[in-house]
């Protein structure tokens, strides 16, 4: 299955494409403007994907920290 990120950026390239194809100027500017939210749907997933790495990594010093002191004793 493909990740929420892949998606996004597939349909990006899918409109960019699609507005490079003989049309009116209004259906290539929508699409061009589609494409966009596209690509900021994509960057708000990296972001939050990043975030959430940060986090897990934090969780995991904390639980490597906590096993050190618990491990060193009164």
Same mark, same amino acid.
């Given at each position: 299955?493909?990740?929420?990120? *892949?998606?996004?950026? *597939? %349909?990006?390239?899918?409109? $960019?494409?699609?507005?490079?194809? &003989? ?15 596209? *690509?900021?749907?994509?960057? %708000? ?11 897990? $990594? =934090?969780?995991?010093? +904390?639980? $490597?920290?906590?096993? $050190?002191?618990? +491990?060193? =004793? &009164?």
């Amino acid at each position: 299955m493909r990740s929420r990120l *892949a998606i996004y950026q *597939a %349909r990006v390239e899918e409109c $960019r494409q699609q507005a490079t194809l &003989p049309q009116n100027a209004a259906q290539k500017d929508r699409l061009l403007q589609v494409a966009e939210q596209w *690509a900021e749907m994509a960057e %708000r997933v990296k972001k939050d994907r990043a975030h959430f790495d940060r986090i897990k $990594r =934090g969780a995991a010093s +904390s639980r $490597r920290h906590l096993a $050190r002191i618990a +491990s060193s =004793g &009164p």
